[in-house]
Structure formats: structure tokens, C-alpha cells
């Protein structure tokens, strides 16, 4: 069981928009604590896709946004695209116990 | 561009400690932080911990007791040992650098390398 919840599948066609929800607590997200998003490859290691609740390293597209409200934080996809499909995971600190935490991961089907 | 490497043994027997060094080119290691991260075939990522260039640690509490993290800057290299495993311990272990803004994240990762425990 994961200590941040995310939603085991999301799916959309092409050009869609589509959202994924990380819901944490008071211990980690709702403290203020940032929250970072991983996509993950088929076969891949997860690579940061947005740090610091909404922020995109270089070359992830503008089409990638997050942002966060109270204890959820949620990431979204716009103008979606085949070689989106993936997981998706979403991370932040635990207070409480004193660590990185990841939700569950979400899959992402295009369809 | 950094890039990391994870390297050891695929196999370890129950009871036994898992090793992994991870190789780091590209850049210094110094004012890092670098970390190491799992997953259990099919499940999610687990943080394990993570070490200043210096040698100052943070380990996950849920783990503390069996892993162990360190640095070798003169090789470009921090290693993970994990000890007294279980089947449980199966994963693809990750190493990576860490991200420090406002928050703490995992911003270059290496492929991974899949460790099983079996006897």
C-alpha cells in the first residue's frame, strides 16, 4: 500500500487531455512538501518529468504540466501522443516517516 | 551530460548481503547528493537512501538496519549493501543523482539492474 495514491490506469486518444491524481496527507503533500513526477518507458528507468510541484527539466514538452492543491497533487498531459504511453509516478517527503515517498503508479494507455 | 551505471551480481542467496556499486561519468560527484532507489518486478519505486559526496547519509527508517551507503569520490563511485535478504528483496535496483531546489527528487537515473534472491 502505497503512502501516496495515484489511480492504476488513466486512458486517451490522441490530441486528448488527460489528468493523473497523486492524493497524499497532512504528513506530506498537505504539509507543503513539493511533489516531483517520474515517466517510465516500457523497459526503462523512470525519468524526472516535473520537479517542485510544476516545474519541467530541460526538453520535457510544455505539453507536461503538474500542479497541487491541499493534500493532491495532479499531473496533465495536453495534446496527447502515442509515445506518452507509459507510468507515471509521482513522489514527495513523509514527515512522519522520515522519507521519499512514491505512489503506486498510474499506466497511461493511448489509445 | 552525467550518467550512472549500476554494476554486481544478479543472484544472491537468501540470508546473504546484496552488493551494487554505481559508476558515475560526466561530472564530478562532488556537491551531490546520490541515491539509491528499487523496484520489485511489476510494483513501484521504494527510496532506500541517499549520500552527500562527503559521506553524510539519510537512509529510508523502514531499511535502516540493513542497508548500507557509500562513496568513493577519488573512483567516481557510491555502493549499496543490503544484508540478511529475502525474496523480498528482488528488485531492479536504480542509482541516481539528486535533485536539491525546494524540494528533494531523483534527476538523473541510471538503467537499473535487476538483482534476484534465490537459492
Known amino acids: 500500500q502505497s503512502v501516496l495514491t495515484q489511480p492504476p490506469s488513466v486512458s486517451g486518444a490522441p490530441g486528448q487531455r488527460v489528468t493523473i491524481s497523486c492524493t497524499g496527507s497532512?504528513?506530506?503533500?498537505?504539509?507543503?512538501?513539493?511533489v516531483h513526477w517520474y515517466q517510465q518507458l516500457p523497459g526503462t528507468a523512470p525519468k524526472l518529468l516535473i520537479y517542485?510541484?510544476?516545474n519541467r527539466p530541460s526538453g520535457v514538452p510544455d505539453r507536461f504540466s503538474g500542479s497541487k492543491s491541499g493534500t493532491s497533487a495532479s499531473l496533465a498531459i495536453s495534446g496527447l501522443q502515442a509515445e506518452d504511453e507509459a507510468d507515471y509516478y509521482c513522489?514527495?517527503?513523509?514527515?512522519?516517516?522520515?522519507?521519499?515517498?512514491f505512489g503506486g503508479g498510474t499506466k497511461l494507455t493511448v489509445l | 551530460q552525467v550518467q550512472l551505471q549500476e554494476s554486481g551480481p544478479g543472484l544472491v542467496k537468501p540470508s546473504e548481503t546484496l552488493s551494487l556499486i554505481c559508476t558515475v561519468s560526466?561530472?564530478?560527484?562532488?556537491?551531490?547528493?546520490w541515491s539509491w532507489i528499487r523496484q520489485p518486478p511489476g510494483k513501484g519505486l521504494e527510496w532506500l537512501g541517499y549520500?552527500?559526496?562527503?559521506?553524510?547519509?539519510t537512509y529510508n527508517p523502514s531499511l535502516k538496519s540493513r542497508v548500507t551507503i557509500l562513496v568513493d569520490t577519488s573512483k567516481n563511485q557510491f555502493s549499496l549493501k543490503v544484508n540478511s535478504v529475502t525474496a523480498a528483496d528482488t528488485a531492479v535496483y536504480y542509482c541516481?543523482?539528486?535533485?536539491?531546489?525546494?524540494?528533494?527528487?531523483?534527476?538523473?537515473w541510471g538503467q537499473g539492474t535487476l538483482v534476484t534472491v534465490s537459492s
Open positions: 541516481a543523482r539528486v535533485g536539491h531546489t525546494s524540494g528533494w527528487y531523483a534527476s538523473y
Open positions: 560526466g561530472g564530478s560527484m562532488n556537491g551531490y547528493y
Open positions: 549520500i552527500y559526496y562527503s559521506g553524510s547519509i
Open positions: 497532512s504528513s506530506n503533500i498537505g504539509t507543503g512538501y513539493d
Open positions: 517542485d510541484t510544476n
Open positions: 513522489q514527495s517527503y513523509d514527515s512522519s516517516l522520515s522519507a521519499w515517498v
